[in-house]
């Protein structure tokens, strides 16, 4: 049985006067990948903070515990086990991948950088990882997954035994984006627990051990993944189940969708993929594409979470 690495209790944390967590517990299993999973809004910038220490701990209420020691003033430093990276985290662009990589946390002997044990450092990592990158090349000429690669490895480079990935995928193409899966799942054979904050629920059951529901700032359920059903994660997610099929119908009529495409719309926002609507219509996959960028362009979005979002926010 996997041990609790890191539990929340009852954290409430106030932001602009308004609740962004409240009263929320919350346990991460040692070695896991856990996702959490949350809207706009839901709180998951304010969990990041709280958890990688960020926030001060008088600024919240509530229990932190780390490995079993609850962080107080006096234990604080245990939080330095967590490497985070961050959505809007900075790199420098005219700097090397070397550079970026320690800056702020060179390696350095009587105040001087030992630059030979960084790049020492820097190619153990990348053979480790199975990453193919020149340490001296400028950050300025590498794609968006390269770029995050570089964060992540920065990251490692303070042997942390946890990683808060802050949704790491936005902007990233397909391949780059089964890159980073990749890498976060040797990262977790490694023994590294991987806490992964996303908005998109088909990336978190695509990469998690157990995703988490954050909503209004409380942990609204928690799973293994392999026990999920989509359905009812979706239904979580937006609290309002009870007005989709009213607003589905009203979006149908203003924006002159089909009835197939309603059709298509439904079997969406339950989460299921292309081929598992290509067999319920029985429709070619190809069909069912050519169909979904058509309802795409017709509401002016681009992927399911915005038609999640229009369906739940929408008024007559």
């Known amino acids: 049985m996997q041990n609790i690495l890191i539990e929340l209790k009852n954290i409430t944390k106030l932001c602009s006067n308004s609740l962004s967590i409240n009263n929320l517990s919350l ?29 001060e701990l008088e600024t919240y209420t509530g229990e932190l515990i780390i490995n079993g020691v609850t962080i107080d003033k006096n234990t604080k430093s ?62 300025k000429s590498l794609s968006l997954g390269e770029q995050q690669l570089v964060k992540i490895i920065k990251a490692i480079t303070k042997d942390p035994k ?25 990262l977790k054979e490694k023994g590294i627990t991987c806490i992964y904050f996303t908005k998109e629920l088909e990336e978190a059951l695509k990469i998690s ?17 392999k026990d999920l059903n989509k359905e009812t994660i979706l239904s979580l997610i937006s609290g309002r189940e009870s007005n989709r099929t009213k607003n589905i119908d009203l979006i149908s009529q203003q924006w002159g969708i089909t009835e197939r495409e309603k059709e298509i719309i439904i079997f969406l926002i339950k989460g299921y993929s292309n081929k598992e609507i290509s067999g319920k219509l029985f429709i070619s996959i190809n069909t069912v594409k050519t169909h979904i960028a058509k309802i795409y362009q017709k509401l002016g979005i681009n992927q399911r979470i915005d038609l999640i979002n229009l369906i739940l926010d929408f008024k007559e």
Not at 162 to 186: A, H, R, S, V, Y
């Open 27 to 55: 346990q991460i299993l040692s070695g896991e990948i856990h996702s959490i999973v949350g809207m706009k809004g839901s709180g998951k910038s304010a969990l990041v903070k709280i958890i990688a220490g960020i926030y």
């Open 162 to 186: 946890i990683i808060i990935f802050d949704e790491p995928t936005i902007g990233l193409t397909k391949i780059e984006l089964e890159n980073l899966f990749c890498l976060i799942k040797k």
């Open 209 to 225: 051990d157990r995703v988490s529901i954050l909503k209004e700032g409380k942990i609204v359920f928690t799973e293994i993944n």
């Open 78 to 139: 245990n939080l330095k086990n967590i490497g985070v990276v961050y959505q809007d985290q900075n790199l420098i662009k005219d700097m090397t991948i070397l550079e970026n990589i320690f800056l702020g946390n060179e390696i350095k002997e009587n105040g001087i950088i030992k630059w030979k044990k960084q790049i020492e450092m820097t190619y153990n990592l990348f053979e480790i990882l199975n990453i193919n990158l020149d340490p001296d090349t400028k950050l």
